[in-house]
C-alpha cells in the first residue's frame, strides 16, 4: 500500500516535470520570436504612437520571457537542481519599471 503510494506521487511529480520542460520549449519559442520582431520594428522608422506600442510590446515581452524563465527556475529549484547566487538588485528600478509598463 505505502509502495503504491509512493510509485503514485513519484509518477506524479515526474509527470510535473515533463510537463513544466515542454511548456517552456513551448512558450520560450513564440517569445523569442515576438521579441526578435519588435526589436526589428523598433529599428524601422515608425510614427511616434506606433513606436510606442512597439517598445510596450518589446517591454511587455521582455517581461514574460522574463516569468517563464522564473517559472522554469522554480521548476529547477523544486528538483534540487538550482544553484543560487547572490545578484545586485535595484529596487527602484524594479518598481519604477513595473509601474511604467502598467500605467503606460
Same mark, same amino acid.
Given at each position: 500500500?505505502?509502495?503504491?503510494?509512493?510509485?503514485?506521487? #513519484?509518477?506524479?511529480?515526474?509527470?510535473?516535470?515533463? /510537463? !513544466? %520542460?515542454?511548456?517552456?520549449?513551448? &512558450?520560450? &519559442?513564440? &517569445?523569442?520570436?515576438?521579441?526578435?520582431?519588435?526589436? =526589428? #520594428?523598433?529599428?524601422?522608422?515608425?510614427? +511616434?504612437? !506606433?513606436?510606442? *506600442?512597439?517598445?510596450? !510590446?518589446?517591454?511587455?515581452?521582455? $517581461? #514574460?520571457?522574463? =516569468?517563464?524563465?522564473?517559472?522554469?527556475?522554480?521548476?529547477?529549484? +523544486? $528538483?534540487?537542481? &538550482?544553484?543560487?547566487?547572490? @545578484?545586485? /538588485? +535595484? =529596487?527602484?528600478?524594479? %518598481?519604477?519599471? $513595473? %509601474? *511604467?509598463? @502598467? %500605467?503606460?
Amino acid at each position: 500500500m505505502l509502495a503504491a503510494s509512493r510509485d503514485q506521487a #513519484l509518477a506524479g511529480v515526474n509527470a510535473k516535470n515533463e /510537463f !513544466l %520542460v515542454s511548456m517552456n520549449y513551448e &512558450m520560450r &519559442m513564440p &517569445m523569442n520570436t515576438i521579441i526578435g520582431r519588435a526589436e =526589428l #520594428l523598433a529599428e524601422a522608422s515608425l510614427p +511616434d504612437e !506606433l513606436r510606442a *506600442h512597439v517598445e510596450r !510590446l518589446g517591454q511587455s515581452s521582455v $517581461a #514574460l520571457m522574463g =516569468l517563464i524563465n522564473r517559472i522554469w527556475d522554480f521548476s529547477k529549484a +523544486d $528538483a534540487k537542481e &538550482m544553484e543560487f547566487q547572490r @545578484v545586485p /538588485f +535595484d =529596487l527602484r528600478l524594479f %518598481v519604477e519599471r $513595473a %509601474v *511604467h509598463a @502598467v %500605467v503606460a
